[in-house]
Nanobody, 115 residues
Framework: QVQLVESGGGLVQPGGSLRLSCAAS????????MGWYRQAPGKQRELVAG???????NYADSVKGRFTISRDNAKNTVTLQMTSLKPEDTAVYYC?????????WGQGTQVTVSS
């Protein structure tokens, strides 16, 4: 069983920065892709950013130029650096990772952008 543990959420003022981290543990094997999703109250969960094992990335249009995703394949970790945060970035952020044999989600971490 694979477990994902997130850290780094919190309260930040508009224009501020936060860094989210996620570590995978358990019977992992090769991880195909890792990513971050978010879900705001009353809205569907949406992809924020994803990264393949080879380092190819994709971002939601709403975060391009502000967020950066990176991963460490040796440590099975993925990080989301968020800058120029806006109130509309407020949501619970979930880490996701999958391989050919499993698909796992973290428990979620709250990010609140407010003055």
């Amino acid at each position: 069983q694979v477990q994902l543990v997130e850290s780094g959420g919190g309260l930040v003022q508009p224009g501020g920065s936060l860094r989210l981290s996620c570590a995978a543990s358990g019977s992992i094997g090769p991880v195909n892709a890792m990513g971050w999703y978010r879900q705001a109250p009353g809205k569907q969960r949406e992809l924020v950013a994803g990264i393949t094992r080879g380092g190819l990335t994709n971002y939601a249009d709403s975060v391009k130029g502000r967020f950066t995703i990176s991963r460490d394949n040796a440590k099975n970790t993925v990080t989301l650096q968020m800058t120029s945060l806006k109130p509309e970035d407020t949501a619970v952020y979930y880490c996701n990772a999958w391989s050919t044999t499993w698909d796992s989600w973290g428990q979620g971490t709250q990010v609140t952008v407010s003055s």
